[in-house]
């Protein structure tokens, strides 16, 4: 198994305000919204090692900078999200950027180029300090939709907030997230997955497979087994058929304390084998949220 780990799956979205507050509702502690250097807006649920991050359009002018190769992260969100909300790129914890870049390439990935930015904070204690990061784009032929980026977080002190992790609702990080494939595009998946986190990382299970990484397994599934999982799934999720990230499957102390925001949240839920399943992908931007009662360690 490699050192990449799910970090955080972008979900993309129209309306990032609407979209935060629908989060915020749920029991998750949301920090203000920001702004990429690329012209996408963002808003986050900081877990440790991991983010839940809410990705928006807020400044076209600037799609088109920071371009790693031919590849424009604000051109690529605005893209996708243009045909449908929901992930269209995903995050890979990296403690090391260019030798997981060098990794990947040897194991036949494309590495779309290297970008590098930072921005401006002020810690606690009033002095300024500047965040670093640097990404490391990976993408697919016939894939678009699981593009991934190696994501080193050189100073993630200034990123991960103490008092922005105790969530109300015990939300703790990602067990797994969820790529909807179905049978005749899941040997891409499986290869592509291998090529990031190893072939040794694959397992077949009931309803397809699993690739365990540093931080959390990809779960793979077509619609005819997701209900294994989920349930039926509803007609607007994924409609395009595009193999995607489908699910955020999120570990939390108990569901006991996630029900009531729930429930205030007027959203609808169903357990299926033990987790706690949100299913109106129209109020998640394009998603599911499955729950899992796993405490912390």
């Known amino acids: 198994m490699s050192s990449l780990g799910i970090d955080h ?29 690329w012209g996408t807006s963002t808003a986050l649920v900081i877990f440790r090692d991991q983010l839940l991050e809410l990705v928006g359009i807020q400044d076209e002018n600037l799609l088109d900078t920071y371009a790693a190769g031919e590849f424009c992260f604000g051109r690529h969100v605005q893209h996708w999200l243009a045909e449908r909300e929901g992930v269209c790129l995903s995050a890979l914890n990296s403690r090391d950027a260019a030798a997981d870049e060098a990794r990947v390439v040897a194991q036949g990935g494309t590495c779309e180029g290297t970008i590098e930015f930072g921005r401006d904070v002020i810690r606690d204690d009033g002095t300024p300090d500047r965040t670093k990061t640097t990404l490391k784009i990976f993408t697919r032929a016939g894939l678009p939709r699981l593009s991934m980026f190696a994501c080193q977080q050189h100073r993630r002190d200034l990123i991960e ?24 595009a899941q040997p891409a998946v499986r290869d592509w997955l291998a090529v990031l986190h190893g072939a040794d990382a694959v397992r077949d299970t009931d309803w397809g497979f699993a690739v365990a990484t540093a931080n959390g397994d990809w779960r793979v ?27 955020l499957d999120i570990r939390c102390e108990s569901l006991s304390r996630l029900r009531p925001f729930i429930a205030a949240a007027n959203f609808a839920s169903r ?8 299913g109106d992908v129209t109020r998640l931007g394009g998603i599911l949220l499955s729950f899992q009662e796993i405490p912390k360690t």
């Open 9 to 37: 799956p972008l979900v993309c979205v129209r309306d990032l305000p609407m979209m935060r507050k629908t989060y915020c509702s749920l029991g998750f502690l949301m920090k203000p919204p920001g702004m990429h250097p």
């Open 161 to 184: 907030f103490p008092d922005w992790m105790d969530h109300p609702n015990g939300a703790h990080g990602f067990a797994s997230a969820t790529i909807l494939a179905e049978p005749d």
């Open 221 to 247: 599934v077509s619609r005819a087994t997701a209900p294994m999982l989920f349930g039926a799934l509803p007609d607007e999720l994924a409609p395009d058929g595009a193999p995607s990230v489908i699910s």
């Open 271 to 278: 357990e299926v084998d033990g987790a706690l399943v949100l």
